[in-house]
């Protein structure tokens, strides 16, 4: 049981560390960065895509989006990847319908 909080503590920490320098993290880069740096197998890789959400969804704390994306951010802090994106589109409406309006 140990062996599986370490994980899972583990990976949470290797996830937020890689969410400072992207806003968004693919699960193949998650796990990428999880075989370098451990010089192990992520576990389920070899099961496929299927198996690897089955993995990370048995891990407190990491949410799976978009399919291909993982976080460890809550939907409701305000700092979802999706929210950022949301917001920066409603931006550049704003932007567009001002300057189509007043140029």
Avoid: C
């Avoid at 909080?5 to 880069?29: H, N």
């Avoid at 929210?83 to 300057?99: G, H, K, T, V």
């Amino acid at each position: 049981m140990s062996q599986a909080s370490d994980f899972a503590s583990a990976l949470r920490f290797l996830l937020s560390s890689l969410e400072r320098q992207t806003s968004k993290v693919p699960i193949g880069l998650l796990i990428r960065y999880w075989e370098w740096m451990t010089e192990t197998k992520f576990p389920g890789k070899e099961g496929g895509l299927g198996e690897v959400y089955n993995v990370l969804k048995g891990v407190d704390g990491i949410t799976i989006y978009d399919h291909f994306f993982v976080t460890t951010r809550s939907e409701n802090d305000g700092t979802s990847t999706d929210d950022i994106d949301i917001r920066m589109l409603r931006l550049s409406i704003n932007q567009m319908e001002y300057f189509g309006k007043y140029r």
